[in-house]
């Protein structure tokens, strides 16, 4: 891996600390204690789920203190290494130092406050002690601390706003003015219970997330990201832009168990970025597809990146509940971007990779099929056993630490190892399967602790405020209520990770898009609103000019990352209009679809209705499209997404609409295919 990309990577996603010296072995330590607490937590050990919160936080806040130095700005540290090099040196520098050492300690403790004395919290209930309020303080300043020092500056200063507007909510302007909280109420309801800091999103990622962003760690440490690309060269690389189409295959692959679009990136797009340079597209395109995919890659079921717990909690359904209502949106999104690759090879005129120069489908299928055994038993406990998701995350790491040991000892006496050599060999990529899900995890425990500070601020009965205001902004308009709420996702997303800027959105709009909804007439579900937020987060992973997966994919594809953001955003235009069209159509979320050809019907119409929209967009289909073509496919995809409004409008019911919306596309392409023809006969 080029280091600027490896750089990059190990910044954003584990901090800027080297790993050496004391941080060698702490951190590591850390990481690793971690994940056998939270492996021992589904089966062995009885804990109360407020002291789980609490202990999950500890590990969190004490890894990011350890993991990232105080400063990561480079010009603030070029000041401080001029002005104060020997008072400020603990700020910047890479190597682990007393003054990080001593914060993360007291941090810790911060955080582990509350399952430290939590008896007598209970009983002081509403009632906060001065020693709470000094340990509750102080959780909070190092807690917004830890999320600048691990996401950026964008959720702290939302959360300090947010904190600000709770003490001096009787000075606002009259539409926004609410009662002046008290010190004691706010540390009561952000630290002291399970509605702020350690509410909901927290106890999410302690109970669930963990163990799944584990799942997918040990899956990649095992060798499962490179079966995972190796398997979609060999099915997709011959075919025409086949570097390109794999990209999108192997990408949604490893996003079924991977919840970062940076780490995603990063591990297709070493490969796959100059295999799409190679076949002749070029690199701001190649860096934009690998982006495209790899940010869709939290939209792929069964795990879909921390939030989906999260919107499961929240609308109080089932875990396999949310899966089912996300997959035909999150399918017909991937396949229409293999489908936007092959516009695009269409338009370059671009070949496939020579099918002797790649690895043969079924041999490479049986090689690594061990790796499916994980997934499928992971997919069969959610779906058919209906355990919850925490169980059945456990259950499926210790298959895979059975599969891993197997693996392991196979290779060993293959190679003719020694016995020793062998369980060394197993220990160490067990151990650093452990360490690499507690690193995974430290920058999401601080992001949804951090914005449980926003939802416990809320619900203090700001939420009423906010909707009252999102009412007046939008003029009881839904649609530009949508609109805000999506414009607000993506610049928020410019700072905040994925999960953060869903659980913030969701706090103050979801609420209010269902109320709204209500008022003209509308039913929009719960569940639809979340993942509209859901949506808007994702995308904003590649909105310039902030976005972190353009910037690796930049420094892979040796591009300028603005404009791969640019056109991946262009790719991701696919995405964003779902969200609109699941709001008013809840049948793509199968919310009252009873029967398997009642939703094979709804995938394909819906399919098809992608595939003219991303048509649409490219103003290509076969060949280049005319304007009345191009008019014509956003036609027939608001048709085949909207059949109902059709059905309002001019009457007829929506399975009539649907039809036509097909053969409105039939015709197109049957069109572009005689004139495709005729093209290839004058040259």
Excluded at 163 to 173: C, G, K, N, T, V
Excluded at 660 to 671: M, Q, T
């Amino acid at each position: 891996m080029d280091e600027s990309v490896k750089e990059l990577v190990e910044s954003s996603e584990f901090g800027a600390r080297r790993l050496d010296g004391l941080a060698k072995f702490l951190i590591p330590f850390v990481a690793g204690s971690w994940s056998i607490f939270q492996l021992l937590l589904p089966k062995f050990l009885l804990l109360n789920s407020e002291v789980v919160r609490s202990i999950h936080l500890g590990f969190a806040i004490c890894l990011v203190y350890l993991s990232f130095p105080a400063l990561k700005n480079k010009k603030l540290i070029r000041f401080f290494k001029e002005k104060m090099p020997k008072c400020f040196e603990f700020a910047y520098g890479r190597s682990l130092n007393i003054v990080d050492l001593l914060t993360a300690v007291l941090a810790t403790g911060a955080a582990l406050y509350l399952a430290i004395d939590y008896s007598g919290i209970g009983a002081r209930t509403g009632m906060p002690s001065n020693r709470d309020l000094i340990v509750g303080s102080i959780l909070i300043v190092l807690l917004i601390d830890a999320a600048r020092r691990a996401l950026g500056l964008a959720l702290p200063v939302i959360a300090s706003i947010f904190i600000a507007y709770s003490f001096f909510s009787e000075s606002m302007p009259g539409i926004i003015a609410f009662r002046n909280a008290t010190l004691d109420k706010v540390i009561s309801k952000l630290v002291m219970g399970g509605e702020g800091i350690y509410g909901v999103p927290l106890d999410v990622s302690a109970s669930t997330v963990f163990l799944f962003v584990l799942f997918g760690a040990m899956l990649d440490k095992a060798g499962g990201g490179k079966y995972f690309i190796d398997l979609a060269f060999s099915l997709l690389g011959r075919y025409k832009g086949g570097p390109a189409k794999a990209a999108v295959l192997a990408s949604g692959l490893t996003g079924m168990v991977s919840g970062s679009s940076i780490a995603n990136t990063v591990t297709t797009g070493t490969f796959t970025i100059p295999l799409m340079k190679k076949s002749g597209l070029p690199g701001w395109k190649a860096g934009a597809i690998e982006v495209a995919a790899s940010t869709n890659g939290q939209l792929m079921p069964p795990i879909m990146g921390a939030a989906a717990f999260i919107i499961a909690e929240y609308c109080n359904l089932t875990y396999f509940e949310v899966i089912k209502a996300a997959a035909i949106p999150a399918i017909i999104s991937y396949l229409a971007l293999i489908y936007i690759t092959h516009l695009e090879a269409s338009k370059l005129n671009m070949k496939g990779i020579l099918k002797e120069n790649l690895p043969r489908f079924w041999k490479t299928f049986f090689q690594g099929i061990h790796f499916l055994i994980p997934l499928g038993f992971l997919l069969y406990q959610l779906i058919i056993l209906r355990r919850s998701a925490s169980l059945s995350a456990f259950y499926a790491i210790a298959s895979l630490f059975v599969l891993m040991i197997l693996h392991r000892c196979y290779q060993g006496f293959k190679a003719n190892e020694s016995v020793v050599a062998v369980v060394k060999g197993t220990v160490q990529v067990i151990w650093e399967s452990l360490v690499a899900g507690g690193r995974n995890m430290m920058t999401i425990g601080v992001a949804v602790a951090a914005a449980g500070i926003i939802v416990g601020i809320v619900t203090l009965g700001l939420g009423g405020v906010v909707t009252d205001l999102i009412d007046i902004i939008s003029a009881g308009n839904l649609i530009l209520m949508l609109l805000i709420t999506a414009v607000v996702s993506l610049l928020l997303g410019m700072g905040l990770p994925t999960t953060a800027n869903y659980i913030v959105m969701a706090s103050l709009t979801a609420p209010a898009i269902v109320a709204l909804s209500g008022n003209l007439g509308l039913e929009v579900p719960l569940i639809a609103a979340h993942l509209f937020c859901f949506y808007f987060g994702i995308l904003a992973d590649d909105t310039p000019p902030v976005g972190l997966a353009a910037y690796a994919a930049a420094a892979i594809a040796k591009e300028d990352p603005i404009k791969i953001g640019i056109q991946g955003f262009k790719y991701d235009m696919r995405t964003a209009i779902l969200p609109f069209m699941f709001i008013f159509n809840t049948d793509l979320l199968l919310i009252g679809v009873k029967t398997i050809p009642e939703t094979l019907w709804i995938f394909l119409t819906s399919l098809v209705g992608m595939f003219a929209f991303s048509s649409f967009t490219q103003r290509w289909l076969k060949v280049k499209c005319s304007w009345y073509e191009v008019l014509l496919l956003l036609l027939c995809t608001f048709i085949l997404f909207r059949p109902a409004l059709f059905s309002e409008w001019y009457g007829l019911n929506k399975e009539a609409w649907r039809f036509i919306g097909l053969g409105i596309f039939a015709l197109l392409y049957s069109g572009q295919w005689i004139k495709q023809k005729r093209q290839l006969v004058t040259t």
